[in-house]
């Protein structure tokens, strides 16, 4: 009786668990029926989306989405210029603090330690080692603070009533300036010396001066041997050599003279002849400054007065000559801020109208980029110089790979900058959106900064801060380079030494304080290229500092991805070499050497300068006031910035 009763609560026990599961499955059923309508019903919203509604709803779409993404931007990062020339550096005296034989081995050690400072000369160590001055502490003290401007390095002695030795940045810049200088100007003297080398050019000549190499010699060692191949060119900067003759052979060899500092030999290898005719034998220990025949086929022969380009024309300057008399007129109360294109540590960038009508003739609504700096910021991170420069590169700069500047304005809190309006939107943000660009779309923006650089280097003016955020597109879906805050004019075979840059933009000669030229600029191109190709830069790391050990590792180090052609591959390595004489762009054809490379084969350079070719991407823009391509800022609440009146600003 008993298990008959259990037998019959099992079964009701599981045809009650058999009804739940089938509930549970109408349930599901159910679900999945609504997750089809709701599918279909997103579908069609979509699609409505896409055809009728995108304008109107881009702007909520703006501010609920990418108003959280637009805060990934990276940052540019700068000291303050310098402006020394040799002449003044070769005068300044260099503090001296006395220390102790530990403490001297403490702070070498510590340099030797840094994954940056131990590439320095040994010279230039010394004289860091000298000039650092003593720092003292008590117990709990604040020495850094957080969002400070710094420009000290220090080096810790005594940990609780902290000691430490400290170095400014303008005396550790003075060291690293004066020592490259030095260098250069000697082999500058040492080349104009040479009968060969005397019909160059100061940059020819400067660039042969970057590609020497010092060789040491022991006394009695042989440099050159009679009757050997050779392909390289000598030029004794230290010590003396004997040179000897065999005329037959198994003779003994025959004295032929001395040579000294300043003298060199084996100029015909250079032409090609490459059999030595004399021994050339150390008769102390001997530094030679030498260069081989490839390095200087490379940059001899050929290389363009760059000066001379043409990428200027005579109707183009009178249109913005034109432009320029029309802008004088206008003043600040002319405009009102539309909307925000960009925010920065520096200001913001507005849109702004132009509603002087006597001006304008017409009822049209003209609108500018409005850029707009704090000037007491400027002051504090020492920028004066910088935007100075920016502004007189701008102003003067005539490409149509460049955004204008038309005039600047000023109060006493803030300067203003009216640039052209560009509403196709950043490079950035399109790049953001889509996660990276097929190989054609990547050459037509890269072709266009090609041709801003050339311009600008033309001129003499290196760019410093290539990137995709400064990239802006018109509403055709040009490309133009704008934010010129790092720019210079170094003129022609010089160098400049301010650290400046995006962390991962920036090349190994800035990160090791050698002093930058142009060159810097086509490091950036090739990082440029292979961010565009693949959506991240080739060296990146978690911050700044283990970035610029990833980059000096080299683009040898890097995998790249399959998506990346093998021509492109092998122009981003050509544009990337850790030699800056070594880049693509910096040899004897210049930029043409970038423009006939095999991944540019086919395309049409032409209609590029001539605007007439299609883009690869045209942004919608609807009118003079559509800001839809930019993504969505928060309004200014921050409180007004302090006066400014110290008057570095009479310029503007």
Same mark, same amino acid.
């Given at each position: 009786m008993g298990t008959l009763r259990d037998l019959q609560y099992a079964l009701q026990e599981k045809i009650e668990e058999l009804r739940q599961r089938d509930a549970l499955i109408d349930e599901l059923e159910l679900e999945l029926d609504q997750k089809d309508e709701l599918i279909q019903k997103l579908q069609n919203e979509l699609d409505k989306y896409r055809s009728v509604i995108k304008p109107?709803?881009?702007?909520?779409? /703006?501010?609920?989405?990418?108003?959280?993404? $637009?805060?990934?931007?990276?940052?540019?990062?700068?000291?303050?210029?310098?402006?020394?020339?040799? $002449?003044?550096?070769?005068?300044?005296?260099?503090?001296?603090?006395?220390?102790?034989?530990?403490? /001297?081995?403490?702070i070498k050690e510590a340099i030797l330690d840094n994954d940056f400072m131990k590439n320095l000369e040994l010279?230039?160590? !010394?004289?860091?080692?000298?000039?650092?001055?003593?720092?003292?502490?008590?117990?709990?003290?604040?020495?850094?603070?957080?969002? +400070?401007?710094?420009?000290?390095?220090?080096?810790?002695?005594?940990?609780?009533n902290?000691?430490?030795?400290?170095?400014?940045?303008?005396?550790? !810049?003075?060291?690293?300036?004066?020592?490259?200088?030095?260098? $250069?100007?000697? %082999?500058?003297?040492?080349? /104009?010396?040479?009968?060969? #080398?005397?019909g160059l050019s100061e940059e020819i000549l400067s660039k042969l001066a970057d590609v020497m190499e010092e060789t040491h010699y022991g006394d009695g060692e042989?440099?050159?041997?009679?009757?050997?191949?050779?392909?390289?060119?000598?030029?004794?900067? /230290?010590?003396?050599?004997?040179?000897?003759?065999?005329?037959?052979?198994?003779?003994?060899?025959? %004295?032929?003279?001395?040579?000294?500092?300043?003298?060199? #030999?084996?100029?015909?290898?250079?032409?090609?002849?490459?059999i030595r005719t004399a021994n050339v034998i150390a008769a102390d220990a001997v530094t030679c400054l030498v260069i081989d025949r490839d390095s200087f086929k490379h940059l001899i022969g050929g290389l363009e007065d760059v000066s001379n380009k043409g990428y200027e024309d005579a109707g183009a300057k009178a249109k913005y000559e034109a432009e320029n008399a029309f802008f004088c007129n206008l003043k600040l109360v002319d405009f009102n801020i539309i909307d925000t294109l960009g925010v920065g540590g520096f200001g913001r960038v507005e849109l702004v109208g132009c509603l002087n009508k006597v001006q304008l003739k017409s009822d049209e609504i003209k609108t500018f980029a409005m850029k707009i700096l704090k000037k007491r910021h400027i002051v504090d991170t020492r920028q004066q110089e910088h935007i100075r420069s920016e502004k007189q590169i701008m102003q003067e700069a005539h490409s149509d790979f460049i955004v204008r500047l038309y005039r600047t304005f000023k109060d006493a809190k803030y300067l203003y900058m009216l640039m052209e309006a560009c509403l196709g939107g950043e490079l950035w943000t399109i790049l953001r959106d889509r996660g990276s660009f097929e190989?054609?779309?990547t050459r037509f923006y890269t072709a266009c900064v090609v041709e801003a650089f050339a311009y600008l280097h033309s001129k003499g003016i290196i760019y410093r801060d290539l990137k995709p955020e400064n990239l802006i597109l018109?509403?055709?879906?040009?490309?133009?380079?704008?934010?010129?805050?790092?720019?210079?004019?170094?003129?022609?075979g010089k160098k400049t030494w301010t650290f400046c840059g995006t962390p991962e933009y920036v090349a190994p000669e800035i990160i090791l304080n050698k002093g930058h030229d142009i060159s810097a600029d086509y490091w950036s191109l090739g990082i440029l290229m292979y961010e565009l190709l693949t959506g991240s830069p080739p060296f990146s790391g978690p911050d700044p500092m283990k970035t610029y050990n990833i980059i000096l590792r080299g683009i040898d180090m890097i995998e790249f991805p399959k998506k990346i052609t093998k021509n492109a591959a092998n122009?981003?390595?050509?544009l990337c070499r850790d030699n800056p004489s070594e880049r693509l762009g910096n040899l004897k054809n210049g930029v043409k050497d970038i423009q006939k490379h095999k991944w540019f084969e086919g395309f049409n350079w032409e209609g590029l300068r001539k605007g007439t070719?299609?883009?690869?991407?045209?942004?919608?823009?609807?009118?003079?006031? +559509?800001?839809?391509?930019?993504?969505? #800022?928060?309004?200014?609440?921050?409180?007004?910035?302090?006066?400014?009146?110290?008057?570095?600003?009479?310029d503007f």
């Open positions: 109107a709803t881009q702007q909520v779409h /703006k501010a609920s989405v990418l108003q959280e993404q $637009h805060r990934t931007k990276r940052q540019a990062i700068s000291g303050e210029p310098t402006a020394f020339d040799i $002449h003044e550096l070769s005068h300044v005296t260099l503090p001296f603090y006395p220390k102790s034989p530990q403490s /001297k081995d403490l010279s230039q160590i !010394q004289e860091i080692v000298d000039s650092m001055y003593p720092v003292e502490y008590g117990k709990d003290s604040c020495i850094i603070k957080e969002g +400070d401007v710094g420009s000290l390095v220090y080096v810790m002695e005594a940990l609780t902290v000691k430490l030795w400290a170095i400014d940045r303008q005396c550790f !810049q003075t060291i690293m300036m004066r020592t490259g200088l030095i260098k $250069h100007a000697e %082999y500058m003297e040492f080349l /104009k010396s040479v009968p060969t #080398f005397q042989y440099i050159v041997r009679q009757g050997a191949r050779g392909d390289t060119f000598f030029i004794i900067s /230290k010590g003396k050599v004997n040179v000897t003759r065999e005329d037959l052979p198994n003779d003994m060899p025959v %004295y032929l003279r001395a040579l000294g500092k300043g003298d060199w #030999f084996g100029e015909k290898a250079l032409q090609g002849e490459d190989d054609s779309t018109d509403h055709r879906g040009y490309a133009k380079l704008v934010d010129f805050g790092f720019a210079k004019k170094i003129g022609f122009l981003i390595k050509k070719l299609t883009p690869p991407i045209i942004p919608e823009v609807s009118s003079s006031t +559509d800001t839809s391509n930019f993504d969505s #800022f928060p309004e200014d609440n921050d409180d007004p910035p302090p006066d400014d009146m110290s008057g570095w600003d009479t």
